[in-house]
């Protein structure tokens, strides 16, 4: 018998997996959820420490589902004294408590008796090499999140991403386009997975997919570097530790110069081909300032070419017109700019789409609308309402697929303007973080308090 959950993620493949009606998915997605909680109850321990403190044993209404949500701040909640100490085996263990799989082995490598493991990119990678893919944020504004995925999981990114991208651009999986990429992105599993993906979808085989000639970002130089601008701004800084800060910014800075000239000078090189760009706004913005100062501009470039953008401006301060300049650069036709809405923290994309200017939410992954504090359901039946986005996403394997995340959206139920009948969010999501400088889930800080506390 095919369970809820099965039906709900085998729309994968389907053409209009997102032509489904919120009223019509409500009861599968209820019992999907309900078959996870089952499933996952016994085997997280975090999961079972917030169903027995709310009293839940069963899902009968999306209520009951919200003080299951873990706030996104748990995936940061270990102590930072396991990364800065390299106490690899504390840090394991903390992931066991969010985790529904054993983190063995635990015990790093010895080679003659000598610890292998030097940094946090060892360990990521010794895991990585038993099956437990851990793909951290970025951390740019604090520590990062890691979040455990498995083989599985890493499958449905690859399904997932092509997918998601034909849906979203048009653009179909013919192997046709040059790749090129101009944006510096963490090293991290899920991220190399999606790009791997995308390129043996899209790519010509026989022409090699440009990157920035830049060194990794890994989730180790994220963390030193994070750690001592703390250090910078509380004052404990060593003289010594701000003079080379100083210089490896400024080294970084060239490098990053550089390479953003190699990449105008290639997206100028093949102008003729039929070009896949991508990259984050800032990047392609810059990118394109460069082209325009050679002197080429859309009516040089290839009149089908596509664009792929993922995250969004990251704080970046862009002109208002930046999306046109970038697309009247490259020759980006409407139909071919792709934006998607995710996170790491999910293992599935909501493409944009071209006549409605929305994301698009798949059957498999199941939108709430939460107030500020991430305590309370809104009410909601039909049309749009505005709070805090929280997403319970079937398709994940390695860990609880509910989040509460920290973002603002508008989540619609009703039709969309491009014709899909299926749940879609406004396209102006925003940080509550960037909206009140700082951002405090109310169930935070006694779920950190009680993942510390066993870890």
């Given at each position: 018998?095919?369970?809820a959950?099965?039906?709900l993620?085998?729309?994968?493949d389907?053409s ?7 009223r019509e998915l ?7 959820m309900?078959?996870?909680l ?12 917030r169903?027995r ?7 009968r209404d999306?209520?009951d589902?919200?003080?299951?949500l ?6 940061k909640s ?9 106490r690899w ?5 903390w ?19 000598i ?5 946090i990119?060892?360990w990521i990678?010794h ?12 951390g ?10 498995t083989d ?8 997932d ?23 510096p992105t ?35 130089s994220?963390?030193?570097t994070i ?19 100083e210089?490896?910014?400024a080294?970084?800075?060239q ?18 081909e ?5 990259g ?7 990118a394109?300032?460069l ?13 089908d ?7 969004g401006l ?13 697309h ?9 700019d792709?934006?998607n809405?995710?996170?790491?923290e999910?293992?599935s994309g ?5 006549k ?15 107030d500020?504090?991430?305590?309370d359901?809104?009410p ?6 505005e709070?805090?986005a929280?997403?319970?996403d079937?398709?994940l ?12 959206i508008?989540?619609?139920l ?7 009948s ?7 999501i ?15 800080g006694?779920v950190?308090a ?6």
């Amino acid at each position: 018998m095919i369970s809820a959950t099965q039906k709900l993620t085998a729309l994968v493949d389907a053409s209009d997996r997102f032509d489904h009606s919120p009223r019509e998915l409500r009861g599968t997605q209820l019992a999907a959820m309900n078959e996870r909680l089952q499933e996952r109850t016994g085997r997280i321990k975090l999961l079972a420490h917030r169903a027995r403190e709310a009293g839940i044993t069963e899902l009968r209404d999306r209520s009951d589902v919200v003080p299951l949500l873990f706030p996104h701040s748990v995936y940061k909640s270990y102590p930072e004294s396991f990364l800065t100490e390299g106490r690899w085996d504390r840090l394991a263990a903390w992931l066991g408590t969010v985790s529904p799989y054993p983190i063995t082995p635990v015990d790093p490598p010895h080679i003659d008796g000598i610890d292998t493991i030097t940094g946090i990119d060892d360990w990521i990678e010794h895991l990585g090499s038993h099956g437990h893919h851990v793909s951290c944020s970025s951390g740019t504004t604090g520590k990062s999140a890691m979040l455990l995925a498995t083989d599985q999981d890493m499958d449905w990114s690859r399904k997932d991403t092509v997918g998601v991208f034909s849906w979203g651009s048009g653009v179909r999986p013919s192997r046709d386009r040059r790749m090129i990429g101009i944006a510096p992105t963490a090293a991290v599993p899920k991220n190399m997975v999606i790009a791997q993906a995308q390129e043996q979808a899209f790519g010509d085989p026989d022409k090699p997919r440009f990157r920035l000639p830049l060194p990794p970002i890994t989730v180790g130089s994220l963390t030193r570097t994070i750690l001592l601008r703390r250090r910078i701004a509380d004052g404990s800084a060593r003289p010594e530790e701000l003079a080379e800060f100083e210089r490896g910014s400024a080294r970084r800075q060239q490098a990053l110069d550089q390479a953003m000239t190699t990449a105008a000078e290639t997206l100028v090189e093949h102008r003729a081909e039929k070009l896949y760009i991508s990259g984050m706004w800032n990047a392609l913005y810059q990118a394109a300032r460069l082209v325009r100062d050679m002197g080429y501009s859309a009516k040089d470039f290839h009149p089908d070419n596509c664009l792929y953008v993922g995250g969004g401006l990251k704080r970046a301060q862009l002109p208002d017109d930046y999306q046109e300049f970038v697309h009247e650069t490259f020759g980006i036709p409407a139909d071919r700019d792709f934006q998607n809405y995710s996170m790491q923290e999910l293992n599935s994309g909501m493409p944009k789409c071209q006549k409605g200017d929305r994301y698009h939410v798949p059957p498999w992954v199941v939108p709430f609308v939460l107030d500020e504090t991430g305590e309370d359901l809104l009410p909601h039946e039909s049309g749009e309402i505005e709070g805090r986005a929280a997403f319970f996403d079937l398709s994940l394997d390695g860990r609880w697929g509910g989040v509460i995340t920290g973002d603002r959206i508008g989540l619609d139920l009703d039709p969309c303007a491009c014709g899909a009948s299926g749940p879609s969010i406004r396209n102006d999501i925003v940080r509550y973080a960037d909206l009140a400088g700082d951002d405090k889930i109310g169930c935070a800080g006694t779920v950190d308090a009680y993942v510390r506390g066993i870890s």
